[in-house]
T-cell receptor
Framework: RKEVEQDPGPFNVPEGATVAFNCTYS??????FFWYRQDCRKEPKLLMS???SGNEDGRFTAQLNRASQYISLLIRDSKLSDSATYLC???????????FGTGTSLTVIP | DVKVTQSSRYLVKRTGEKVFLECVQD?????MFWYRQDPGLGLRLIYF???????EKGDIPEGYSVSREKKERFSLILESASTNQTSMYLC???????????FGPGTRLTVL
């Protein structure tokens, strides 16, 4: 079973739409959770960390559900510039390794 | 401005060649990582290092080795390149495990 699983999409949404991505993780010992954004032919960059209480950064909201072992990312009022691949990342504090999902592709359409 | 640099953006090598990929970070980070990224498979960890001269295998270390002689530099070595090592290689560094990974721009390696 994969450590981290994401729906690859693609998600094609109109400008202004709200879109949500989910990511499930298999190891209940996972301690740190992140969403990264990767533009085409570029390196991944941190979008936001995910905290147990949930957190918001402008139009982006991340939530963690430990009982069901998933994290989510909600994007409100989508912009053309949000078009990218969104990577879910998990870390077990028992080791130094980070586990990446395969990414969810988002295209925001004018 | 924090920075991770990689020695080449694009590299073309022949089967059997020895290949060196260099990564340098200027953030004084202890932890450094080498990943490869392939369509449909995402980022997979090859090796990581949590200190100078220390290294640990990731999920796919076969066919690779690494060197960390200085804190800022982490090298990935393909001892004898093969066509199935054609991929995008990404280096990253991190201050601590709860923090942000900073990635280099990547090296797209083609092995013919």
């Amino acid at each position: 079973r994969k450590e981290v699983e994401q729906d690859p999409g693609p998600f094609n949404v109109p400008e202004g739409a709200t879109v949500a991505f989910n990511c499930t993780y298999s190891n209940s010992a996972s301690q740190s959770f992140f969403w990264y954004r990767q533009d085409c032919r570029k390196e991944p960059k941190l979008l936001m960390s995910v905290y147990s209480s949930g957190n918001e950064d402008g139009r982006f909201t991340a939530q963690l559900n430990r009982a069901s072992q998933y994290i989510s990312l909600l994007i409100r009022d989508s912009k053309l510039s949000d078009s990218a691949t969104y990577l879910c990342v998990v870390n077990h504090l028992t080791g130094n390794q980070f586990y990446f999902g395969t990414g969810t592709s988002l295209t925001v359409i004018p | 401005d924090v920075k991770v640099t990689q020695s080449s953006r694009y590299l073309v090598k022949r089967t059997g060649e020895k290949v060196f990929l260099e990564c340098v970070q200027d953030m004084d980070h202890e932890n450094m990582f080498w990943y490869r990224q392939d369509p449909g498979l995402g980022l997979r960890l090859i090796y990581f290092s949590y200190d100078v001269k220390m290294k640990e295998k990731g999920d796919i270390p076969e066919g690779y080795s690494v060197s960390r002689e200085k804190k800022e530099r982490f090298s990935l070595i393909l001892e004898s390149a093969s066509t199935n090592q054609t991929s995008m290689y990404l280096c990253a560094s991190i201050l601590d495990r709860a923090g942000e990974q900073f990635f280099g721009p990547g090296t797209r390696l083609t092995v013919l």
